[in-house]
């Protein structure tokens, strides 16, 4: 008879660094992509010296899918179920004991289906791939918090809402090393996967996050909301600024303005204090204001003006009069019925052409080697605004200013903020494309930039999940 891994050639790959034992659930799809690099694996030492030496704690995608128990199978085939903002917001108002628990069971279901989808994802990438080190350090990650979660039962009382926000905080801590390793991962990876397809996992498991973080957090908000001494049930909450992680009303020159002032620091710490830094002007629709995650915004804004910044700091050194002042940066706001877009324009010189084809892409560029060892040296990221770390002390959010409340994370993590990681541009437009809006960027050579920034302005849009396709990105 044949062995087990011939007789079923065109579906299984046996799995060499598993006993024996493990073959029957170690069968997993070999994709005509997997095929062929198998094949150029033997015949490319370069590849091959990929290999890594780590041994993946592999679990193939039948464990979720065909042959697993049906308590597992069935979180694969759950639907997330989108949230939009003003959801979140009607979860907090008139807040209840019945409104938290019935937030908390939400949550619980919601966050190992979730999770189970990215799972699968990552079931299906090429072996070598899923084994780089990195990728699978988050694989481990994810299946921990998957069979953490789907392990909580329903949520009846308080006291088990305790225990799913201590599981929801331990799960958000473990995570802050998501982001680095990924992009540790898809960079060592390159190559061995087409950079489109990367960049699309890569995406989808970014936008996943989110989605993910964003719900935890806003259920350990409204908890915290619950158990402080001024909340009475049922008071309704709606005066308040804040519901939860949901800033109701914000107003986008405040937050420009904050998210300036924090940036020009920076640029000074990084560039020393005599260094010139550019104004940052503000003009067009004032008043304009949307519901939004503040974190959010706050990320988004802050990469463009810290690229806008430097860029505008490095040309201006170079000019034949670098004691003069720098050409401003001018934010203009437009608000229009449905959005309200931010425009920023800097004449930082523009982007460098040769960057320019790699700007949205995690895996790629002529700068990969020098963003790995810059990764290399940032262990823990939330992707905050508030994590950039200047003179041992971290900006505040106006978050965190206005409502005595921050992100739990964001005090966790820290990264030095002239360190270039590659990940500003294509990190923001995944936050900014979550919420139903846009991030586009126009290069004029040899003058500078304008960035453009759309948001949804009725907060009611769902996360970007609503069909079939874009399900998969949750
Ligand atoms: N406003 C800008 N002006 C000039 N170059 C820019 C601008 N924004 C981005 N870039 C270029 O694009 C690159 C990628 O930007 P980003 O994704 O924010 O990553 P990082 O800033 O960490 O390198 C930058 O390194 C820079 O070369
Ligand atoms: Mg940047």
């Known amino acids: 008879m ?7 050639a065109t579906k299984t790959l046996r799995l060499t660094s598993r006993p024996r034992a493990s073959i029957i659930t170690a069968r997993i799809p070999v994709s005509p992509l997997l095929t062929s690099r198998l094949i150029a694996d033997r015949n490319n030492s370069n590849i091959t010296s990929k290999r890594w030496s780590h041994t993946a704690k592999w679990r193939p995608v039948q464990v979720l899918d065909e042959y697993g128990p049906p308590a597992l199978r069935l979180w694969v085939v759950k639907e997330a179920r989108p949230i939009s903002l003003r959801q979140l917001m009607v979860f907090g108002r008139s807040l209840t004991e019945a409104r938290l628990i019935s937030s908390a069971n939400y949550v619980r279901t919601e966050l190992p289906t979730r999770i189970a989808h990215r799972i699968r994802d990552m079931q299906r990438l090429p072996y070598v791939v899923v084994t780089n080190p990195h990728i699978s350090d988050v694989y481990e990650l994810y299946y921990t918090a998957f069979d953490t979660f789907r392990r909580i039962r329903e949520v009846k009382t308080l006291e088990d809402n305790e225990h799913l926000c ?7 801590r473990a995570h802050l090393t998501v982001i680095p390793k990924l992009a540790m991962g898809i960079l060592e990876c390159s190559g061995l996967m087409p950079a489109a397809e990367l960049d699309h996992f890569m995406n989808t498991i970014l936008r996943s996050r989110i989605s993910r973080r964003v719900i935890a957090e806003q259920h350990l908000a409204l908890t915290e909301t619950f158990n402080s001494h001024w909340f009475s049930p049922g008071a309704k ?7 939860g992680e949901v800033f109701i009303k914000c107003i986008a020159k405040d ?9 020009q620091d920076l640029a000074r710490s990084a560039n020393g204090p005599d260094t010139k830094i550019p104004e940052i002007r503000i003009n067009g629709h004032m008043e304009s204001s949307f519901p939004y995650i503040l974190s959010h915004l706050e990320y988004i804004i802050g990469e463009l003006l810290r690229n806008s ?3 505008v700091i490095e040309k201006h050194q170079k000019s034949k009069d670098p004691s003069s002042n720098p050409p401003p940066i001018e934010v203009t706001l437009c608000e229009a019925p449905q959005h309200v877009i931010i425009r920023i324009s800097d004449q930082g010189g523009g982007i460098p052409r040769d960057i320019l084809p790699y700007l949205w892409s995690f895996g790629k560029g002529p700068l990969k080697n020098q963003r790995l060892e810059n990764l290399g040296q940032v262990p823990l990221m939330a992707a905050t605004l508030q994590e950039l770390k200047v003179n041992d002390s971290k900006l505040t959010g106006l978050q965190s200013q206005r409502s005595g409340h921050d992100s739990s994370l964001s005090s966790l993590a820290t990264r030095p903020p002239n360190l270039r990681l590659g990940m500003g541009l294509p990190l923001s437009r995944v936050y900014a494309e979550y919420w139903a809006g846009s991030l586009e960027l126009h290069s004029l050579e040899g ?6 920034l759309q948001i949804s302005k009725l907060g009611n849009k769902n996360e970007q999940l609503a069909t079939r396709a874009a399900m998969d990105a949750v």
């Open 255 to 263: 937050v420009i303005e904050h998210c300036a002032k924090a940036v």
């Open 2 to 8: 044949l062995p087990f891994a011939v007789q079923d």
């Open 447 to 452: 003058y500078g930039v304008d960035a453009f």
């Open 237 to 243: 909450l709606s005066e308040s600024e804040f519901i």
């Open 166 to 172: 201590k599981e929801i905080s331990k799960m958000l």
């Open 309 to 311: 910044v430097q860029a």
